[in-house]
T-cell receptor
């Protein structure tokens, strides 16, 4: 069975500092990885997905199959980045659309 | 993207009663919806996959007789928590898969259930 681990439950940085939210996964096949974000009092929404290889709101994430990681990075954090971030994995195959979520990391960006 | 609504946004009920939560896809016909449960500041746990016109597929450890799912149309799935108990108190979230096997999931705002 697949598993997603986000080792940091809380992460605090100051505005303008670089930030990295860690995500590791275990899955025997070829996974698809996502980052979802939940801002205060808002619903969960997609931030980015590894197959798109795009930067959203300054965030990037690279899938490293050797290290089974999909860390989320931003060079200069902003206060509006404060939110709960979830890493998620789709196993493919018969698990149509099903996502396995990590435990989440609460990011706080201080002014 | 798909717009997903849930009703009610919060509900308080007495132990032993049943509660129905609706999930609607407002602008997208969804053959598949997902129901999650989220504990405070914790991860989302997938409960079941709701399939339009057929039985839901439940995840291991989720009681299908307790959490009844009905997906009678392409825009509506309902989750009924039967004979609710305080341990069922949680945040229930639904999502809609916008298409394809891995395409984006769009989430509802969630329903806060408190069982007294």
């Amino acid at each position: 069975a697949q598993r997603v681990t986000q080792p940091e439950k809380l992460l605090s940085v100051f505005k303008g500092a670089p930030v990295e939210l860690k995500c590791n996964y275990s899955y025997s096949g070829s996974p698809e990885l996502f980052w979802y974000v939940q801002y205060s009092r808002q619903r969960l929404q997609l931030l980015l997905r590894h197959i798109s290889r795009e930067s959203i709101k300054g965030f990037t994430a690279d899938l490293n199959k050797g290290e089974t990681s999909f860390h989320l990075k931003k060079p200069f954090a902003q206060e509006e980045d404060s939110a709960m971030y979830y890493c998620a994995l789709h196993a493919g195959g018969t698990s149509y659309g099903k996502l396995t979520f990590g435990q989440g990391t609460i990011l706080t960006v201080h002014p | 993207g798909a717009v997903v609504s849930q009703h009610p946004s919060w509900v308080i009920c007495k132990s032993g009663t049943s509660v129905k939560i609706e999930c609607r896809s407002l602008d997208f016909q969804a053959t598949t919806m997902f129901w999650y449960r989220q504990f405070p500041k914790q991860s989302l746990m997938l409960m079941a996959t709701s399939n339009e016109g057929s039985k839901a597929t439940y995840e291991q450890g989720v009681e299908k007789d307790k959490f009844l799912i009905n997906h009678a149309s392409l825009t509506l799935s309902t989750l009924t928590v039967t004979s609710a108990h305080p341990e069922d108190s949680s945040f229930y979230i639904c999502s809609v898969n916008s298409g394809g096997s891995t395409d984006t999931q769009y989430f509802g705002p969630g329903t806060r259930l408190t069982v007294l």
